[in-house]
């Protein structure tokens, strides 16, 4: 990143922004659309393909019956949808963009650097990229200092969760703009400090889906037995409790600490293929710190209480939604 | 497994099981107890710890509101627990026969022998061991044939799976019993072939775990990040649709077959610390046929109207719970 005294100086604030440009109407552009309508913001889109107006409408018609049971921001509306066929008259007023081109490289490349030179300059330009780095996309771009990657995860406007982190020429005050706007539209963002090859969230995924994909192949269990494992087992606890914070309570009073203590040895059997780190007392403490911080103050009790009452709810819940249908 | 022409003869059907020992009674006995009691039998519990009697009243009355707002089965109570001093009297009478000691290898070998020596011929006698197999745990008693794994996930009373697997001295007769009680009583089950480390469900959910400690201890991401990522990310959709089913959508219609085919190249990436099996065409064709079997006939439409309706259920039950609290 670029040091701090370079200043970046983005024309408007992240409260402020009222027109936002999708670039790439598929799957995931749409569903952007459909969440920054949602919101209540005026929405440009621009998309190549054939059809892709007609289908575009079709993705915020979909979405829109679950954005409005969700709460719709005052003023959102399907009408504040402008479907435009050149990209510059796209770019030429927006605030923010959100690119969601195919997942090619050069496509990326040469995408960025033309959305870069037709956007006012210091407005922030965010690519919903999941397989590529920003230092290797913004390679041919004038103004990388403001292109980001916010990657969202499918449908962007039901799942909450977005990650954030800047390639080596991304200016760190663009990184934190985009959190700040991102986190103003309502979802739950991720500044990551440096990138990592998958981002977070599709690491962990990406460990789980392998390690499935190698008991199929070795015979070990079936696609179905896979799928039951986690929907009627751990996947229960994944809405509220994360990895860390599940481990947190199955070490009783003791929290992770015990956990780690008693139990790490655990982490030498062959329960998977990926072979674990070696426990540190450094990780350890981290690990300590970590689920101390989210606990933020509640007993042992008091999360698992929580965690029933959540479960429950999720298991109630769809047993509602599998009776109406 | 024993020849299919050894005929294993339980002196009971599992439609017609009234009275259930539970040996061990902690946090996962305790939650057996809970569940039992709920599901409407007799349950005798034998524990030799100090203060064993009150901490298990302690769990089942924990447990009791909330298995009384998910429905308890008539003549359901209470009162149908009988905790007893001596192993013998807990055995005596027992038509199943759940081991929930602590995970200590030769504390299970002991002990499932002492078990298999007072409990009547023919009733089946299932272990709640997370670590070991029974191959390893059966070795000292003299009927191993009825000796199974009946794997729950903590707690006992609300988390639906159980991975049930018999060791390589279990009759087959013997596992195909505990699946059907287990199903009886409410457990979401999953029967499997042969023993494998950790399971099913434990080595996905490890992986995903180690992914974690590996991203910890390299910087990253923090503890809080790596559950956010979950919890607002992919754990939504994890209590309907597992890591395979998951992917079949993310395929678009052409779902797993599509995924596979147009995506198999990143199984390449360095998304993960763990090496991808090779994507061969068997299983290619095993991830298909298994999730064509998950839909069920149900389009590709109507798979995400359903994953919607679900994600939005699940959120907004969230929700509930934490304005509640």
Aim: hydrophobic content about 45%.
């Amino acid at each position: 990143m670029t040091a701090p005294s370079d200043v970046f100086l983005p024309p408007v604030a992240p409260s402020d922004v009222q027109r936002i440009t999708c670039v790439g109407a598929g799957v995931i552009g749409g569903g952007w659309v459909a969440h920054f309508l949602a919101r209540g913001y005026d929405v440009t889109a621009w998309d190549p393909g054939a059809d892709a107006a007609r289908r575009l409408r079709q993705i915020v018609d979909a979405a829109w019956p679950a954005l409005t049971n969700l709460g719709l921001a005052p003023g959102a509306s399907r009408d504040r949808l402008h479907i435009v066929d050149d990209l510059a008259d796209a770019l030429a007023d927006a605030q923010f963009v959100q690119e969601s081109a195919p997942e090619d490289l050069d496509v990326k490349i040469d995408l960025l650097a033309r959305i870069d030179a037709l956007t006012p300059q210091g407005v922030v330009i965010s690519s919903s990229t999941s397989g590529y780095s920003m230092s290797e996309m913004q390679v041919s771009a004038a103004n990388p200092g403001r292109l980001v990657v916010g990657h969202p995860f499918n449908p962007p406007y039901l799942i909450p969760l977005v990650e954030v982190v800047g390639g080596t020429r991304t200016h760190s005050g663009a990184v934190a703009w985009a959190s700040e706007f991102f986190t103003l539209v309502g979802k739950s963002v991720i500044t990551m400090e440096r990138e990592v090859p998958g981002f977070i969230a599709n690491r962990l995924q990406e460990a789980l889906w392998r390690e499935a994909l190698h008991m199929v192949a070795e015979g070990e269990a079936t696609v179905e037995q896979i799928d039951t494992a986690i929907t009627d087992g751990p996947g229960l606890r994944w809405p509220f409790h994360g990895p860390c914070m599940t481990f947190h309570l199955a070490g009783g009073e003791g929290g992770m600490a015990h956990m780690l203590d008693h139990f790490g040895p655990s982490l030498k059997a062959p329960w998977t293929r990926l072979e674990a780190p070696e426990l540190t007392p450094e990780l350890r403490d981290a690990m300590v710190a970590g689920c101390e911080t989210e606990a933020d103050g509640r007993t042992n009790v008091e999360l698992i209480a929580e965690r029933d009452a959540k479960m429950i709810a999720i298991m109630q819940a769809m047993q509602d939604v599998s009776r109406r249908e």
